[in-house]
């Protein structure tokens, strides 16, 4: 394959990756490699069961995090919490074959917000019909949802809810909170069951909704166990990627390349390539080609804290050793402006024979940051999420730590929630001691983003364009979570697979 040439190369086979070059292949007269650096599974029975299996281990992303499918990143949380683990998937699928499956949409303001900025083509009314175009709904059938996509979507019956979560909803329907059964309704808020995209417990990546469909076409080719190196740059313009694979480096032509590895990957790629901030390139020994000041800025993630609560003696736990999320509550903080900025859910842990209620912040103001550290490809870049660094945010995570509290309390939890474990008394004294606990104990949702924002050409920030162009660089574009300029109101795979279905809309113009 070195030195063969192609119309386009993405990089990356997650949930953008694949969503996009299976699009671009729909064009036979167009020749297409989607590089991965991960393993791939030619089908569904090829599949080990950590992968086709939602909910198989671990608490937060369901997949062991020393595990070969996992690129097992570190990062620092909070100055008190400096070594959290950041998953992210290194399989075909991406972090779409390891996550918790919650299939949830951005809110009309996230993408009008966009536009509002200047990026038109990322309205709400224009990014609506690829959302629909790439879901297959289950459940609900209306001029907000699809019904033929690639994706299945379903949600938790009513009878399918242990007793947990009924006693969630009726808490908190008692606080005052309306229910919703379609959280992906644009007027949507209130308690309900999530869409999540796993039809018979199995976790629907786009490797089995996408690749299934373009693996097979003579003019779509996939290179997995392929580790990217570098963009090759002739006279400010993308021409190409040097890659590893079997121990040997290899060349791949184009006349454009898509880098879609994540807003981890694509930013690290563009700093190996020589495009990012002078002095971070210089001080690894990377020529610098363009003196990008906004490569790795502006990272986005969804904090979140658990409150939790031992369960009674005689609470029977269930059999599944962490509970999937099946409900959740998305509500506005107390004051804001910012409609669904909160959200909780409910769920146990059968080893610790505990319940765990998440409260999380679903529109941070923080920023973080993510550094390059060495010319080395294989070094993973510093991660600096700066949670909750912002007085804003810990003020509505403290209100929704101590509105949690209120939910444990209410009678419908009686037989099931002993006593608090966490946070303790002491940690409760003062508005002091609760960011003190917040602080230690705050981590990421697995929704990093924004590391390569879109943004007008003068704009110092911006990587790149609306249609996810490199400003000052021909040939080249980025087409994953990194290029959003703000975290969506939502679990971001959904976002992920829409934005590789937009830029694809954008390619084929």
Not at 166 to 191: K, L
Not at 380 to 387: A, C, I, N, V, W
């Amino acid at each position: 394959m070195a030195n063969k040439k192609f119309d386009v190369i993405v990089v990356g086979a997650g949930s953008a990756g694949a969503t996009l070059a299976t699009r671009l292949s729909e064009d036979p007269s167009r020749s297409i490699l989607l590089i991965e650096a991960g393993h791939d599974y030619a089908n569904i029975d090829e599949l080990p069961d950590e992968i086709r299996q939602g909910h198989a281990t671990g608490p937060d992303m369901t997949i062991d995090p020393d595990g070969e499918h996992n690129w097992g990143f570190t990062a620092k949380a909070t100055p008190f919490h400096t070594d959290m683990p950041v998953p992210r998937g290194k399989i075909t699928g991406g972090t779409s074959a390891i996550n918790g499956q919650v299939y949830l949409r951005g809110i009309p303001e996230d993408f009008d917000s966009w536009a509002a900025a200047g990026h038109y083509e990322w309205s709400y009314d224009k990014v609506l019909p690829f959302m629909k175009k790439l879901e297959n709904d289950l459940d609900i059938t209306d001029q907000y949802h699809g019904n033929s996509g690639p994706i299945v979507v379903r949600r938790y019956k009513p009878d399918e809810l242990v007793h947990d979560q009924a006693a969630f909803i009726e808490a908190v329907t008692d606080a005052g909170f309306s229910r919703t059964e379609d959280h992906n309704h644009p007027a949507s808020s209130g308690v309900g069951p999530l869409p999540l995209n796993n039809p018979d417990g199995i976790r629907w990546s786009t490797a089995l909704g996408y690749l299934s469909m373009s693996r097979d076409r003579p003019n779509f080719t996939l290179s997995a166990d392929s580790h990217a190196t570098r963009v090759l740059i002739k006279d400010k313009r993308a021409v190409g990627i040097e890659y590893e694979k079997n121990g040997e480096l290899h060349l791949a032509f184009a006349g454009e390349i898509v880098l879609s590895a994540g807003p981890i990957g694509s930013p690290h790629l563009l700093m190996l390539s020589g495009i990012g901030r002078k002095e971070q390139l210089e001080a690894v020994g990377i020529d610098v080609i363009s003196d990008k000041r906004g490569v790795g800025q502006n990272l986005r993630d969804h904090p979140y804290v658990h409150v939790r609560w031992r369960a009674e003696d005689n609470f029977p736990m269930p059999d599944v050793e962490v509970g999937p999320q099946k409900v959740a509550l998305r509500y506005t903080a107390k004051g804001s402006d910012l409609r669904n900025d909160m959200v909780a859910v409910m769920r146990w842990s059968s080893p610790n024979r505990e319940f765990l209620m998440s409260a999380g912040l679903y529109l941070a103001k923080a920023a973080g940051e993510l550094q390059i550290t060495s010319n080395d490809s294989h070094q993973q870049p510093e991660l600096d999420y700066h949670l909750l660094d912002h007085p804003y945010d810990l003020d509505r995570m403290r209100d929704a730590v101590r509105m949690h509290i209120e939910f444990g309390k209410h009678p419908a939890y009686k037989g099931i929630l002993k006593e608090m474990i966490d946070p303790m008394p002491a940690d409760l004294e003062s508005d002091a001691t609760l960011d003190q606990w917040l602080l230690s104990r705050a981590s990421t949702m697995h929704h990093i983003s924004c590391t390569a924002k879109m943004g007008a050409e003068d704009d110092p920030m911006a990587v790149v364009n609306q249609y996810g162009q490199v400003h000052g660089i021909e040939g080249l574009r980025i087409a994953d979570l990194s290029i959003m300029p703000d975290c969506p109101r939502a679990n971001t795979n959904s976002s992920a697979m829409t934005i590789g279905e937009r830029v694809a809309e954008f390619m084929d113009r």
